[in-house]
Antibody, heavy 120, light 107 residues
Framework: QITLKESGPTLVKPTQTLTLTCTFSGFSLSTSGVGVGWIRQPPGKALEWLAL???????RYSPSLKSRLTITKDTSKNQVVLTMTNMDPVDTATYYCAHRLIWIGYFDSWGQGTLVTVSS | DIQMTQSPSSLSASVGDRVTITCRASQGIRNDLGWYQQKPGKAPKRLIY???SLQSGVPSRFSGSGSGTEFTLTISSLQPEDFATYYCLQHNGYPLTFGGGTKVEIK
């Protein structure tokens, strides 16, 4: 059974850097075809894909946020970390991590999400 | 970027109704599309992958169809637990993009 869980601060100040950790079980990020992605959802709004990292350390980013995002993995700890710099109130959202098999395509298992509020 | 236009943005329906939701892609995406259901305060739940393949454990009243640029999610007989917001996701190319969502409400 695949499980994922996001962790990190619930409140950050404008201009600060956000660091979120996704801790997962039930799969390995060293297995061919496996990826972990981040998706966010502002309150009352639609889902937005942010970043993906694959078993081979290939990394993909949303072009609109690429300059602010970094995604890394620690295979030994079963963790994926997303950092987002220069946070702004418009970045207030629930942030999800999710599992992807590249040949299935979509995100088949999701974490519960973590709400991050950006406010001074 | 591939834009996903989802319609309608909301609809009101009764239990037992047949409901159809559409996603249109700004360019051809083969069948690289999935559908999700999301209830308030919860993570999206997978329903359909590869445009028409039902995820294991999902009731058979849900079905997906389409290829290329037009896709539909159909609920053949709406049940009380189906009132939720539905999203499509294209994964044919980066950036991955979601539709704007369709909120299915009780009439």
């Amino acid at each position: 059974q695949i499980t994922l869980k996001e962790s990190g601060p619930t409140l950050v100040k404008p201009t600060q850097t956000l660091t979120l950790t996704c801790t997962f079980s039930g799969f390995s990020l060293s297995t061919s075809g496996v990826g972990v992605g981040w998706i966010r959802q502002p309150p009352g709004k639609a889902l937005e894909w942010l970043a993906l990292i694959y078993w081979d350390d290939d990394k993909r980013y949303s072009p609109s946020l690429k300059s602010r995002l970094t995604i890394t993995k620690d295979t030994s700890k079963n963790q994926v970390v997303l950092t987002m710099t220069n946070m702004d109130p418009v970045d207030t959202a629930t942030y999800y991590c999710a599992h992807r098999l590249i040949w299935i395509g979509y995100f088949d298992s999701w974490g519960q999400g973590t709400l991050v509020t950006v406010s001074s | 970027d591939i834009q996903m236009t989802q319609s309608p943005s909301s609809l009101s329906a009764s239990v037992g109704d047949r409901v159809t939701i559409t996603c249109r892609a700004s360019q051809g995406i083969r069948n690289d599309l999935g559908w999700y259901q999301q209830k308030p305060g919860k993570a999206p739940k997978r329903l359909i992958y590869a445009a028409s393949s039902l995820q294991s454990g999902v009731p058979s009243r849900f079905s997906g169809s389409g290829s290329g640029t037009e896709f539909t999610l159909t609920i053949s007989s709406l049940q009380p637990e189906d009132f939720a917001t539905y999203y499509c996701l294209q994964h044919n190319g980066y950036p991955l993009t979601f539709g704007g969502g369709t909120k299915v409400e009780i009439k």
